[in-house]
C-alpha cells in the first residue's frame, strides 16, 4: 500500500480550516487503518492545520501512508519559529487577541502534535518558513 494526499492551506482561512483533516481521517478509515492510529493523526493533523491558517503565510500539509508507517508533513512559508523550545511549552502562544476570540491559539498546537506522533521533528527559519514532519506507526 502506497499513497499520498496533499493540501493547500491558506492563511486565516478559518471558513475551510479542518477540511484537509477531515479529509485525511476520511480516507485513513476507507484504508482500514486502526481508530487509535487514525485519532492520533486526526489530532496531529488539524493542530498543524490550524497553526498554518493562524501563524504561517499559507501552506502544505501531505500526507504519504505506507505499509507500516504514515508520514504527516506540514510545511509553511512565513515568520518562523524564534524560539523552539518556548514554542513547545503547553500554553505558549503567539497568536493574537483575534485568533483567541475564536477559541485558537491556546498554545497546545505544537505540543499535542509532539505527543500524538511517534516521531516528530521540527525545524524553522526566520522569515521563511517551519517544516513538520510528524511518523505515525500503523
Avoid: C
Amino acid at each position: 500500500m502506497s499513497y499520498e494526499l496533499s493540501f493547500e492551506v491558506e492563511r486565516g482561512d478559518f471558513e475551510t480550516a479542518g477540511e484537509a483533516s477531515r479529509k485525511i481521517k476520511r480516507t485513513l478509515q476507507q484504508l482500514g487503518i486502526s481508530n487509535k492510529v487514525i485519532r492520533k493523526v486526526s489530532i496531529a493533523g488539524y493542530e498543524g492545520e490550524m497553526n498554518l491558517a493562524i501563524h504561517s503565510w499559507g501552506g502544505k500539509i501531505v500526507l504519504e501512508v505506507g505499509e507500516d508507517t504514515l508520514i504527516l508533513t506540514i510545511e509553511d512559508t512565513g515568520p518562523g519559529i524564534k524560539d523552539l523550545d518556548l514554542a513547545m511549552t503547553e500554553g505558549w502562544s503567539t497568536a493574537g487577541e483575534e485568533v483567541r476570540q475564536m477559541g485558537f491559539g491556546a498554545g497546545m498546537g505544537l505540543p499535542n502534535m509532539k505527543n500524538n506522533a511517534d516521531n516528530f521533528q521540527i525545524t524553522s527559519k526566520i522569515d521563511e518558513g517551519t517544516k513538520i514532519v510528524m511518523s505515525f506507526l500503523v
